[in-house]
Structures are given as C-alpha cells and as structure tokens.
C-alpha cells in the first residue's frame, strides 16, 4: 500500500503562484501515472493534471497555461506549480496514482487546502 502526504497549500490572493509536492511512502510510485485532484465544497473531485512515468502530462482545460505538473521518481514526490490563480482554483487538492483505466488506485490523503482570495 502507498500512502500520500500533500504539502504546499495556503491563502493567496487572486494572480498569485502556490507549488504543491506530494511525497508517497511505499514501493511503485514509478510505474504509475499521478495525478493531482481537487475537491470544492459541494463539488465532485476533478482531475486536474496528471503526468506519465515519463513526463507525459496532461491539463484539465480550466488549468492550462497556469499549472505544471512534474514528478521526481527517485524521491517518491510529484509537484504542481500553480500561477495565476483564481478564486475558482479554491479546493483541498490531493494525488493519487491513476490505473490504466483512469481510476485512483491507493487511498486518498489528507489533501492540501488551496484558498484564493479575490
């Protein structure tokens, strides 16, 4: 079992820049797919960028532009750099490794809440 802790988060004002890290704990965070999610109040968990064992990513449309993601496999740790930020990008932000078949496949963490102000 691989566990996740989500690090980074915090108020900023609306344009402001946040870096995210997730470091998991345990064996086979390499041969995954990650992703990085949000949940709003009231909202389901989105996809909002996730990246290959290789450095294939990929952006939720609302993020591109704004936010990179990266991954450095020998410390078990993938990164969101978020800039320009909006009050909508305001959720608890969580990764996860994603199946083949787009699923989450470990628990979820605590996640890190993201509050921008406006």
């Known amino acids: 079992q691989v566990q996740f802790v989500e690090s980074g988060g915090g108020l900023v004002q609306s344009g402001g820049s946040l870096r995210l890290s997730c470091t998991a704990s345990?064996?086979?965070?390499?041969?995954?797919?990650m992703g990085w999610y949000r949940q709003a109040p009231g909202k389901k968990r989105e996809l909002v960028a996730d990246?290959?064992?290789?450095?294939?990513?990929n952006y939720a449309d609302s993020v591109k532009g704004r936010f990179t993601i990266s991954r450095d496999n020998a410390k078990n740790t993938v990164y969101l750099q978020m800039n320009s930020l909006k009050p909508e990008d305001t959720a608890v932000y969580y990764c996860?490794?994603?199946?083949?078949?787009?699923?989450?496949?470990?628990?979820w963490g605590q996640g890190t809440q993201v509050t921008v102000s406006s």
């Open positions: 345990g064996s086979g965070f390499s041969i995954y797919r």
């Open positions: 996860n490794a994603r199946s083949p078949y787009g699923d989450a496949v470990y628990d």
């Open positions: 990246i290959t064992r290789g450095g294939n990513t």
